[in-house]
Structure formats: C-alpha cells, structure tokens
C-alpha cells in the first residue's frame, strides 16, 4: 500500500469518526456515539502515522489534548489549553493532508486545507478574546455579541474540516 493510500484511509477513519462526534449532543446513545467517535478519529490519526510523520504529531497532540479533557472536568480552567491542543490538531492534520495533496498533484484540495485551519485559527482566536470579555462586568455583552458570529463561524470550519477530510481521503485512496 502507498503512503498516500494509507494517508486516505486514516483521514477515511478521521473522517467517519468527526461524523460520530457530532451524535454526542444526544443523552445516553450520543455520548457513546461519540467516544466511539474519538476512538476511531484516534485510530484513523495512528494509522495515517504509517504515511506522514505530521500525523504521527497530531496524534500525540490529540491524546494530550484528551488527558487534559480529563483533567478539565476536576480542575475546570485547562479548557483553553485544551482548545490549543484541539487547534493545534487541526493544523498538523490539515497542513500535512495539504503537503501530500500538493505531491501528488491535487492542488485544489491541498489549498482547501490550508483554508479550513486558518479558519479555525481565526475562530479560537475570537473565542478566546470572547471568553476574557465576559469575565468583565461591563464588557461580557460584548463578548456575548461577538460570541455569536463566532459560533456559526465555528461551525461551518467545522463542516468544511469534515468535507475536507472527506475529499483528502477519496483523493489520496485513489
């Protein structure tokens, strides 16, 4: 199997996984939806590791990222470190799906993943400005009206993080 094969296949994985993640909004079934989501994103990042060693990076990021999850629900103030960790996922994930995109000749796809962490990128950016404008009393309506945008914005990186996964891993896989 190619390196770009195995890269598709794990980003196939990522993908089906970031799917699950969504149901976790449901009580009871969702949340195992979405460990189940977790598990299999971790699994499709490990097995991407065998093509790219930016994987191999993002998957130890991801595991921290979830130890401090943990840790998040006893100390409830390492939620910041956690949306770096989140950030900074998505950043490897994207910029080293882009460089291989851009080896094998997709260049459209490879710059659409260049999009999609830069917004992410200027969304956590906004949010953390959002988060220190409600811890003061005058300015958190501020915070709240900025807040909003943010979240849709958020959103639709979201979505355009699972597309992209989605058409990396078809693109590689083929």
């Not at 093509?51 to 990222?65: N, Q």
């Not at 390492?78 to 260049?107: D, Q």
Request: overall charge positive; charged content about 5%; some cysteine.
């Amino acid at each position: 199997m190619s390196h770009y094969a195995i890269a598709g296949s794990g980003l196939e994985k990522m993908f089906y996984g970031q799917i699950l993640t969504i149901f976790g909004i449901i009580p009871l079934i969702g949340w195992i939806a979405a460990i189940a989501g977790m598990v299999l994103f971790l699994v499709g990042l490990h097995e991407a590791a065998g093509a790219d060693e930016g994987y191999r990076a993002a998957f130890y990021v991801e595991i921290a990222m979830l130890a401090l999850s943990v840790l998040n629900l006893f100390l409830g103030v390492l939620g910041i470190f956690t949306s770096a960790l989140s950030l900074v996922t998505v950043y490897l994930v994207c910029s080293t799906t882009s460089s291989l995109l851009s080896a094998k000749g997709v260049l459209a796809a490879a710059a659409r993943g260049q999009l999609v962490w830069k917004i992410y990128v200027v969304c956590a950016v906004v949010s953390i400005i959002c988060s220190i404008l409600l811890i003061f009393q005058l300015l958190n309506v501020l915070g709240l009206v900025i807040a909003v945008p943010n979240a849709i914005a958020s959103l639709v990186g979201s979505i355009l993080y699972m597309v992209f996964l989605y058409q990396a891993s078809r693109s590689l896989r083929y």
